[in-house]
């Protein structure tokens, strides 16, 4: 009767639902009203579906009815791809922090550099690699130089994922600050520049918890010797953290974006954006006596609530 539905995050609030047309318009119905609706068991083959379909719609945009779902729910493995650099960068961060952490147990002091892609090639630093994968046979036992290097190369696939990550998320950050934070003129009036103050406050706390997630996924190569130990630990480990991102970077794609289509000129599309990105920053990073603060202010006659 409503034609084929299909699955998507909702509009602002971003929530798992399903679409159909009705009388030539979108009726977007959240997936867990839908189940209450029909009494679907979450136990039931129908209810699991259901949570199978939330689930992707953190990796992929849209679902259709008979689509394979995304490989992160079956395989682990990642429904898109790296790009050439971020898994030369990868390969070479490994290499580097085995180096490092060779030298550290050894209480060498040798500078060796900051890492870029295809640190390893470089003549010296090839004679580094070599010596440091020799210290780690030592630590390891039961391997040699080549299996050293092909685990290497193996968590470097995985790891490419977050240098991605990293890569798009810090674009995303830098574009954002570098026009979000203009030099207010006194003519602008107060409301506005409160809006803006509130704005920044919250980016501040966003982009932190961006920082801190990255942060976390470098700790991981701290212990480059257990990385190299239990392979199939470290690409587990990975492949949360790169889903983590990869979830984190789809929410935020909208406000980056917003951002990088910015002129920076305190025109209308600037105030625009900055409405839009309180919107989405306000329920995230605002914390509940702020909330109470706002709610205790004079409201405009006609505002009787604010539903998020």
């Given at each position: 009767m409503l034609g084929e539905p299909v699955f998507r995050l909702s509009e602002g609030q971003r929530?798992?639902?399903?679409?159909?047309?009705?009388?030539?318009?979108?009726?977007?119905?959240?997936?867990?009203?839908?189940?209450?609706e029909f009494k679907i068991d979450?136990?039931?083959?129908?209810?699991?579906?259901?949570?199978l379909i939330?689930?992707?719609?953190?990796?992929?945009?849209?679902?259709?009815?008979?689509?394979?779902?995304?490989?992160?729910?079956?395989?682990?493995?990642?429904?898109?791809?790296?790009?050439?650099?971020?898994?030369?960068?990868?390969?070479?961060?490994?290499?580097?922090?085995?180096?490092?952490?060779m030298m550290a147990r050894s209480g060498e002091t040798q500078q060796i550099g900051a890492v870029t892609p295809g640190?390893?090639?470089?003549?010296a630093n090839r004679a580094?690699?070599?010596?440091?994968?020799e210290a780690a046979i030592s630590h390891l036992g039961d391997v040699d130089a080549a299996e050293i290097t092909a685990r290497i190369n193996t968590i470097g696939d995985e790891l490419a994922y977050l240098e991605?990550?990293?890569r798009t998320l810090t674009r995303g950050m830098s574009e954002q600050r570098d026009k979000l934070f203009p030099t207010l003129s006194d003519h602008i009036p107060a409301a506005?520049?409160?809006?803006?103050?509130?704005?920044?406050?919250?980016?501040?706390?966003?982009?932190?918890?961006?920082?801190?997630?990255?942060?976390?996924?470098?700790?991981?190569?701290?212990?480059?010797?257990?990385?190299?130990?239990?392979?199939?630990?470290?690409i587990d480990w990975l492949r949360h953290q790169r889903d983590r991102l990869f979830r984190m970077h789809r929410a935020w794609e909208p406000v980056f974006e917003d951002w990088c289509n910015m002129s920076g000129h305190l025109d209308d599309f600037f105030w625009k954006a900055?409405?839009?990105?309180?919107?989405?920053?306000?329920?995230?990073?605002?914390?509940?006596?702020?909330?109470?603060?706002?709610?205790?202010?004079?409201?405009p006659v006609g505002l009787r609530a604010k539903i998020w």
């Open positions: 929530v798992p639902s399903m679409v159909v047309q009705v009388d030539n318009h979108e009726a977007v119905l959240p997936l867990r009203s839908v189940a209450h979450p136990d039931s083959a129908d209810g699991r579906m259901l949570a939330e689930q992707a719609l953190e990796f992929v945009v849209v679902l259709h009815l008979g689509e394979t779902l995304p490989s992160e729910l079956d395989t682990g493995e990642a429904s898109w791809k790296p790009t050439l650099r971020d898994h030369q960068l990868a390969v070479s961060r490994l290499s580097h922090e085995l180096v490092r952490g640190w390893e090639d470089d003549p580094l690699v070599r010596n440091a994968i991605t990550m990293r506005r520049r409160d809006m803006l103050r509130q704005v920044q406050i919250l980016t501040r706390r966003g982009t932190a918890e961006i920082t801190r997630k990255l942060d976390e996924a470098d700790e991981g190569l701290d212990d480059i010797l257990g990385m190299l130990r239990e392979p199939a630990t470290a900055v409405e839009r990105t309180y919107a989405f920053l306000a329920p995230r990073f605002m914390s509940y006596q702020e909330w109470a603060v706002i709610d205790a202010k004079p409201k």
